[in-house]
C-alpha cells in the first residue's frame, strides 16, 4: 500500500480557545464538508471530544455513492491537537492530524492527512485520477468556508 501525504495550513483570525472550541466538536464537521457529500453523522454526541471516541457518519465522497464510515478519536491534547483515524470506511488507512497552534494574528491550523488505498497499483490509479483530487477540493472547500465564518 502506498501512502499518501496532504498538509494544509491556514491562519484564522479567531482565539486558540474559540478554535479549539469549534475544531473538537464533531458537530460541527457538518459547517465545514461541502453540501453534496450528504455528510450525516449517525453517532449521538454529547459533551466533549475525548480519546478513544467513535463517530459514525454516511458520506458520498464520490459518484454519489454512499459509504458508511467510522472514525475514532485517538489521541488529543486539549488546545494543541487531536488525531482521528478511520475504523471502517472506503481507505485503507487514514490518519489525520489537526495541530493549532497561537500566533500574533490568532491561530495557525495545519492538518497532516495521511492515507491509503486498497486494491494495489488501481487503488493507486485511481487515487491519480480522481482520489487526490477530490480530498484536495474538500480542504479547499473547508479553507474557503472557514475564512467565510470566521473573516479577517
Given at each position: 500500500m502506498k501512502t499518501h501525504t496532504l498538509i494544509t495550513q491556514q491562519e484564522l483570525p479567531i482565539s486558540l480557545e474559540?478554535?479549539?472550541?469549534?475544531?473538537?466538536?464533531?458537530?460541527?464537521?457538518?459547517?465545514?464538508?461541502?453540501?453534496?457529500?450528504s455528510f450525516e453523522i449517525k453517532t449521538k454526541l454529547d459533551g466533549e471530544m475525548y480519546a478513544g471516541m467513535l463517530i459514525d457518519y454516511t458520506v458520498k465522497p464520490l459518484l454519489n455513492i454512499p459509504m458508511a464510515?467510522?472514525?475514532?478519536?485517538?489521541h488529543i491534547k486539549k488546545g494543541e491537537y487531536f488525531i482521528d483515524e478511520q475504523r471502517f470506511g472506503p481507505y485503507k488507512l487514514w490518519h489525520h492530524e489537526h495541530h493549532?497552534?497561537?500566533?500574533?494574528?490568532g491561530v495557525l491550523m495545519t492538518d497532516k492527512l495521511l492515507y491509503g488505498?486498497?486494491?494495489?497499483?488501481?487503488?493507486?490509479?485511481l487515487n491519480s485520477l480522481f482520489i487526490s483530487k477530490r480530498i484536495q477540493e474538500i480542504f479547499d472547500f473547508r479553507y474557503d468556508k472557514l475564512n467565510?465564518?470566521?473573516?479577517?
Open positions: 474559540l478554535a479549539w472550541d469549534f475544531f473538537s466538536s464533531p458537530a460541527n464537521l457538518n459547517k465545514i464538508t461541502p453540501k453534496d457529500m464510515w467510522t472514525t475514532e478519536i485517538t493549532f497552534e497561537k500566533t500574533d494574528k488505498l486498497s486494491f494495489g497499483v488501481i487503488g493507486n490509479a467565510e465564518l470566521f473573516p479577517k
